[in-house]
């Protein structure tokens, strides 16, 4: 036994640094899996600002949409104030005011609290 002290000895070391480099083999894996663990809060973060702004950009494009159609809806063309205005009573001034008509038309509906969304 005492023959083998020093093999013993060095196994002693060897089971040592062994037993080193498993703690840290075990730290750099304890902090890799707080790194995933981050990561996947960053990720799941992520996809909640995605989904959000998915739903805020339907609303935008649906608000879009329907401010388009109300502005086409009371807009006057600079033709239809010039028609208006300045041409004779012709079949193209009938037309105009019969436009000019349908504009007023709308505009008081909406006023009256009707939630029409274009044309009638």
Do not use: W
């Not at 502005?71 to 000019?100: C, F, I, K, N």
């Amino acid at each position: 036994y005492v023959g083998e002290s020093d093999n013993l000895v060095e196994l002693s070391s060897q089971i040592t640094q062994c037993d080193d480099m498993l703690a840290n083999m075990e730290q750099t894996l304890h902090d890799f899996q707080h790194d995933l663990s981050t990561i996947s809060r960053q990720i799941h973060g992520l996809q909640t600002q995605s989904a959000s702004m998915g739903v805020k950009l339907r609303n935008r494009k649906a608000v879009c949409a329907h401010l388009g159609e109300f502005l086409s809806a009371v807009v006057l063309p600079t033709e239809l104030v010039e028609g208006v205005v300045e041409e004779d009573v012709t079949e193209a001034y009938l037309e105009h005011l019969l436009t000019l008509s349908k504009k007023l038309g709308f505009c008081q509906t909406q006023q009256n609290g009707g939630g029409g969304g274009g044309e009638e």
